[in-house]
């Protein structure tokens, strides 16, 4: 069952423009919310993270915002650049695994 | 720097043979975790362990089994490779106190 639902599957942004990536997720004991970057050839590493008790997290050019009561999360990049074409995973932990959506295959273009 | 190595990262297999995907980090990590990757089903968990000799199943265990002799190693063995589990394989460590997964580069298996 897919626990951590991720939209949407690919998405195309203009340099400088902003990258909104969503997830949904169902159970409501998950208490650590990461995105994860993951460049062609290599395995994802961690982006930016969030726990439930804050509604937002801004590291830099990225933001993560987070509704407890809807169980949704969300990605926001700011001023996307060519570098930030990736593909994007949030991910959900339960217990000590991480449960993962399906991925965003993003891509800025010049 | 953490290191998460891959013994390989191309393999290519008949079905029906016996194959091993090694797993190796240098962070003296408790957790290890095999995932497969697949396009549009994300990370999937095969198995995971948090101590020397210990396991756990993940999401989708059927048809692999894994070991953990070392704390810094560990293994995933498809016992009789099939056609389905052509996929990208991917292995990460974390530590007890820390949250964050660090990954390997992933293995590309192809079974033919």
């Known amino acids: 069952q897919q626990q951590v639902k991720q939209s949407p599957q690919s998405l195309i942004v203009q340099k400088g423009g902003i990258s909104i990536i969503n997830c949904a997720y169902e159970?409501?004991?998950?208490?650590?919310f990461p995105w994860y970057q993951q460049f062609p050839g290599k395995g994802p590493a961690l982006l930016i993270a969030?726990?439930?008790?804050?509604s937002e997290k801004k590291e830099g050019r990225f933001t993560i915002s987070f509704n407890k009561s809807a169980k949704q999360f969300s990605l926001h990049i700011m001023d996307s650049q060519p570098g930030d074409s990736a593909t994007y995973f949030c991910a959900a932990r339960g217990g000590n695994k991480l449960t993962f959506g399906t991925g965003t295959q993003l891509k800025v273009e010049l | 720097d953490v290191k998460v190595t891959q013994s390989s990262r191309y393999l290519v297999k008949r079905t029906g043979e016996k194959v091993f995907l090694e797993c190796v980090q240098d962070?003296?990590?408790?957790?290890m975790f095999w995932y497969r990757q697949d396009p549009g089903l994300g990370l999937r968990l095969i198995y995971f362990?948090?101590?020397?000799?210990?396991?756990e199943k993940g999401d989708i265990p059927e048809g692999y089994s894994v070991s953990r002799e070392k704390k810094e190693r560990f293994s995933l063995i498809l016992e009789s490779a099939s056609t389905n589990q052509t996929s990208m394989y991917l292995c990460?460590?974390?530590?007890?106190?820390?949250?964050?997964?660090?990954f390997g580069p992933g293995t590309r298996l192809t079974v033919l």
């Open positions: 362990s948090y101590d020397v000799k210990m396991k």
């Open positions: 962070m003296d990590h408790e957790n």
């Open positions: 969030i726990r439930p008790d804050v």
């Open positions: 159970n409501t004991a998950f208490d650590y």
């Open positions: 990460a460590s974390s530590g007890t106190t820390d949250n964050e997964q660090f």
